[in-house]
């Protein structure tokens, strides 16, 4: 019995079963997971208001309260970016190449997600301790 070289069983990512024999479902898959849990996330930010608590007077920024162009920013970018790989699962007829761009719009989602998310948070102003002891 001789040991055969697999694909599967190679240390190098490039020859990976998911990178060079994969239908692409895979991708789908694990893309549409990651693009429920971002926008699950990211539509109650949509909510949120800056919060500018005990402020007097309030500032400018702080008077319409919704800050909901970024969540919604990021959430259509991940719907753009999973139907692009859906478009891209069936119409890129080389498999490598096709598994590549999936690979990476896989990897664009949580990215995307991250992105938005910290620039809702860090648009989030207010005194860190809202009783100051001196």
Known sequence: ???SPN???????????ALTTSS?????VIAGILSVVSIGFLWPMT?????CPLM???????????VPTVPLVGIALIVLIYAAMV??????ERLRFRLALMAILTALI??????CGSLVILSQE?????????
């Open 56 to 66: 007097e007077p309030a500032a400018a920024y702080c008077s319409d309260g919704t």
């Open 47 to 51: 909510q949120l208001t800056r919060m």
């Open 87 to 92: 478009v891209i699962r069936y119409t890129v």
């Open 7 to 17: 694909l599967s069983d190679s240390p190098r990512v490039t020859e990976q079963a």
């Open 24 to 28: 692409g479902l895979i991708w789908l």
């Open 1 to 3: 019995m001789t040991d």
């Open 110 to 115: 949580p990215i995307v997600f991250l992105i």
């Open 126 to 134: 207010g005194p860190i301790d809202p009783m100051p002891l001196g």
